[in-house]
């Protein structure tokens, strides 16, 4: 077997990890295994907001409730799965930007900052990310 070598910032090659030189595309399998998680979470709000637009009050409730409570709550909860899903999607799409293009960039910022040390860069990086997600997650 041939070994993967990387050239350091002072001309020196190493060896890389397994991880890094084993081939295996882990962005791409991220990104797939993301969108079936969302496309699997849509269908079944969808199918959830079907039944939330029914306006027949169920006989398994009759007496319970009152049909015009049940025909409010109904409203709620769709416009509440509605808001889900729109939600759901535009987190698909702000974790993909967040991963191609904003960890790649923090990466390099926290080498300019501290150096290849892959201690102190990791430790800005995680820092450089949280101020990055803390405003996205506040809402």
Do not use: C
């Amino acid at each position: 077997p041939v070994a993967i070598l990387a050239q350091g910032p002072s001309g020196t090659q190493r060896q890389l990890p397994k991880a890094m030189s084993d081939g295996v595309p882990y962005l791409e399998s991220f990104v797939v295994f993301s969108a079936a998680v969302t496309v699997w979470v849509l269908y079944l709000d969808v199918r959830q907001l079907r039944k939330n637009k029914e306006t027949i009050l169920p006989t398994e409730l009759k007496g319970i409730i009152d049909e015009e409570r049940f025909a409010k709550s109904q409203v709620y909860q769709a416009d509440k799965r509605v808001f889900s899903m729109f939600n759901s999607v535009l987190h698909f799409f702000v974790q993909l930007v967040e991963v191609i293009y904003v960890w790649p960039w923090a990466w390099k910022v926290a080498s300019d900052l501290v150096g290849n040390n892959e201690y102190y860069r990791s430790i800005v990086w995680v820092l450089i990310t949280h101020v990055i997600n803390y405003p996205i997650d506040i809402p």
